[in-house]
């Protein structure tokens, strides 16, 4: 298939990007493009100008724009797992006393389409339409082991706790598929902890991950087994839910 060359260049900034939390100079952006600063910088700049991008004026490191957000939010618009979601959530936030989430797979990583916040005054939020690692994160760790993603090559650390290795990755998944639940033990944010189980569709594909985030002192060790007996059984009826409306549909 023929391609637009600067258009694929284009669409290929925007994925550095968005895999870039501190942003990229145009030095960066030229190196990992194949291509001299004076192209690099001409192609974020006209992102810049649509607002698809937009330039630090003090560190002068680009960054997605708010027109990426833009077209996120009619993106998860049109997902029905956001929307058959909600009342699961509202349950299972009501229940554990935590901020409940659902997220699915894009771009490699996981990517929350929708949460229900605790009342809690400490609480652990997911911005609705922010990507997280998949190897540290229970949202992602529950797709992986349950879907039939490739693993990442690139287990990039967060804290002490982040698993790194794909042996030790494996090792985890295995336990996740056992127990049907996966866990983040302080593994992407220090004093977080999350569980979260798979959801599936009517052809038991997996299609997302629903889960519960809290702070460590209310999501002891403890109290672990409790809060996965509740993520289970809300996925669990999420799952049915999707594998009916699929069937509806």
């Known amino acids: 298939m023929t391609e637009i060359q600067s258009l694929a260049r284009g669409l290929r900034i925007l994925d550095i990007l968005g895999e870039s939390p501190n942003g ?70 009501e229940k554990s006393g935590e901020c409940s989430h659902v997220g699915i797979l894009s771009q490699g990583r996981v990517l929350y389409i929708d949460q229900v916040e605790s009342a809690a005054s400490l609480r652990v939020n997911a911005e609705v339409g922010s990507l997280s690692p998949l190897h540290c994160t229970a949202l ?63 052809r038991d594909k997996v299609i997302g991950s629903i889960g519960i985030s809290g702070p460590i002192t209310r999501m002891t060790t403890k109290a672990m087994p409790h809060f996965a007996e509740l993520v289970i059984k809300v996925s669990q009826a999420l799952s049915e839910k999707m594998r009916f409306t699929a069937h509806r549909t």
């Open 24 to 93: 990229v100079s145009v030095t960066e952006l030229a190196e990992q493009l194949n291509l001299d600063k004076g192209s690099a910088s001409r192609l974020v700049a006209t992102l810049a100008n649509y607002a698809y991008a937009e330039k630090d004026p003090v560190s002068r490191r680009y960054s997605l724009g708010p027109q990426v957000v833009t077209l996120s939010r009619s993106l998860l618009a049109k997902l029905p797992l956001r929307d058959v979601a909600k009342p699961f959530l509202r349950e299972l936030m």
């Open 140 to 202: 992602g760790k529950a797709m992986l082991a349950f879907g039939r993603t490739p693993l990442p090559q690139k287990l990039e650390r967060f804290t002490d706790n982040t698993l790194t290795s794909i042996d030790s990755l494996k090792k985890n998944l295995e336990l996740v598929r056992e127990q049907g639940y996966a866990t983040d033990d302080e593994e992407f944010d220090l004093g977080v902890r999350c569980i979260a189980a798979p959801v599936f569709d009517y």
